[in-house]
């Protein structure tokens, strides 16, 4: 984790996101017809349309944060590497979002590799990209890690948030910009940080 990363506070974390969004947010996003920013706010207005809860737009919109937090390059997929974006993004979020918001994004990959285990139809929703980044990701779960992974209490929302993470890939698709979803996420965090104060 960089300098920046570790002088994070309640107050100060949406604005380092938003500059994320701002300086990074039109990069490529892994071989898919959209750019970063598009992906990440596409997830987040699909749950918004889905009237879910704040925690669940939040979860949606930073599931992919990771990717600007790892230590690997850029190209670390292009190359054939697994940059671990889900845990380095949980870990950048974990001091200021809520649980559940935390294990959508440490378990959006897991995800992934459930649904290819459990639902014979999910594999086809995978883009080309997505496809090639699960076999870095190492593949569909196994019976024992299925198991492992349903015990989770935020299953549920896991899953929810992949299946708006493989509908955040429209190139026509137009949103709201990251200002709209600034104030739900700076709420997430006041309310965490109250209640565990």
């Known amino acids: 984790m960089t300098n920046a990363m570790t002088r994070l506070t309640p107050d100060s974390i949406v604005d380092f996101i938003g500059d994320i969004f701002n300086r990074r947010g039109a990069e490529s996003y892994l071989g898919e017809p959209v750019t970063m920013s598009q992906h990440m706010l596409q997830g987040a207005f699909r749950a918004e349309e889905s009237d879910a809860s704040d925690e669940l737009i939040a979860a ?9 937090t790892s230590e690997f390059p850029e190209d670390a997929l292009e190359k ?19 649980r559940l918001v935390v294990d ?10 459930y649904l290819c285990a459990t639902d014979p139809s999910y594999f086809n929703r995978l883009s080309e990209a997505s496809v ?11 019976n024992d890690e299925v198991a492992a992974f349903r015990e989770n209490p935020h299953l549920k929302d896991i899953l929810q948030v992949r299946f708006w993470d493989e509908d955040g890939k429209d190139p026509d698709l137009e949103t709201p910009p990251f200002t709209h979803y600034a104030p739900i996420l700076q709420h997430v965090v006041d ?7």
């Open 80 to 98: 054939g590497l697994n940059n671990y974006h889900d845990t380095a993004g949980a870990a950048v979020l974990a001091p200021f979002f809520p």
């Open 60 to 68: 949606a919109l930073l599931h992919d944060i990771g990717h600007y």
């Open 191 to 197: 309310r965490f940080c109250a209640e565990r104060d």
């Open 132 to 142: 090639h980044s699960l076999r870095l990701q190492g593949g569909p779960m196994s």
């Open 104 to 113: 959508c994004v440490r378990y959006h990959v897991d995800a992934k590799r």
